[in-house]
């Protein structure tokens, strides 16, 4: 049995529902996480996606600086920046910049993908290709660049040098579990979609692991989503809206917003049942307190993670709220039991 509590975050990729606009998407994102403070979350971090409609959240840094004027203890962080379209140089300069504004809150989340189409990636960064095989130096730049040993180089980022701007190697394959191991940084698992190597991934990065300065031992975060109602027959028909996005993105079809949920029908039942939807979301639990309690437990016990951070794509913003409300009351009182048994593998 294992004794320790576990953080509960919010991945937020700023989903524009149809009808909407994307300030109100903005403004919902910040009254989700005002909730979400109150609620005992641990962080809201941002995605990073380029070229696609229906997901707003392209420069996370301004998100950031967004979200943590209207919030005071919440940490906020990039889910992540990716590495391939930015100089290490401008990253460690506005994430330094976030980091003198809200001391202490900021995370610094990196991520190997370019986050959209390759010729979205070329019109971003022509030499993106070369860039993704430059990440593990990328990383180490910006490394430098928060270090107060740097501060005798000739090239620097003054403001960023002894600054406490946590960074996270996410990833969603075994050569980032190794690189985060091998660096002794914590490691975030997209498995809220990419689920096929997680436990894989986990016991490298576990058995891998170097302790740093930044990290004496292993800690993982792993993605999940979530979608919690008063009943399981409610929750389905939210999670109808996230489940038209993933039948879309598997079929190479542009998705312009998030539709209004519908019933699940018998057709969205059996398409919902194709190899490639259930495996790309394998961790997505929906439906009532009790039903999704019992998925998140089993999920702990068979990944021994440290945090999960959760994505809720759903059409209405008061829905996402009081989801995030109820698996708050999930996570509190599977801390509260302070044990969760360790199982085989899902």
């Known amino acids: 049995m294992d004794s320790k509590k576990i953080a509960y975050s919010i991945l937020e990729l700023a989903v524009l529902p149809k009808g909407s606009t994307i300030n109100q998407v903005y403004k919902n994102t910040v009254a989700l996480a005002q909730k979400a403070e109150e609620l005992g979350y641990e962080r809201m971090w941002f995605a990073e ?13 301004i998100l950031i ?34 980091a003198n504004l809200y001391p202490n809150r900021i995370d ?35 490394q430098n660049y928060f270090s107060n040993d740097n501060k005798t180089s000739k090239i620097r980022v003054p403001l960023a040098e ?7 190697i996410l990833g969603s394959s075994t050569s980032s579990a190794r690189l985060a191991a091998q660096k002794g940084l914590p490691y975030a698992f997209a498995s809220h979609f990419a689920t096929a190597q997680l436990f894989n991934a986990l016991e490298i990065y576990r058995d891998q692991f170097q302790p740093s300065e930044a990290l004496q031992k292993p800690y993982v975060i792993a993605g999940i989503n979530a979608v919690v109602a008063d009943t399981d027959e409610q929750a389905e028909r939210l999670y109808t809206s996230a489940l ?3 039948i879309n993105i598997l079929s190479g079809t542009q998705t312009q917003f998030i539709e209004p949920p519908t019933e699940m029908s018998t057709s969205l039942k059996e398409v919902r049942q194709h190899p490639a939807i259930m495996q790309m979301t394998r961790y997505s639990f929906v439906g009532s307190k009790e039903t999704v309690k019992k998925q998140v437990k089993e999920f702990i016990g068979q990944t021994q993670v440290d945090e999960i951070i959760v994505s809720s794509m759903m059409y209405d913003s008061d829905d996402r709220i009081k989801s995030a409300g109820l698996f708050a009351e999930i996570m509190k009182e599977i801390n509260k039991s302070t044990k969760v048994a360790k199982t085989s593998s899902l």
Do not use: C, W
């Open 49 to 61: 996606h380029h070229n696609m409609p229906a997901i707003t959240s392209s420069a996370p840094e």
């Open 65 to 98: 600086g967004h979200v943590a004027e209207a919030t005071t203890s919440l940490r906020l962080g990039s889910g992540g920046i990716m590495l391939p379209n930015h100089s290490p140089f401008v990253v460690a300069e506005r994430f330094g910049t976030l």
């Open 108 to 142: 610094l989340g990196l991520g190997r993908a370019p986050g959209t189409d390759q010729p979205t990636a070329h019109a971003i960064n022509p030499g993106f290709i070369e860039a993704t095989h430059s990440f593990p130096k990328d990383i180490e730049q910006i």
């Open 162 to 168: 002894g600054l406490n701007v946590p960074i996270y």
């Open 244 to 246: 038209r996005m993933v």
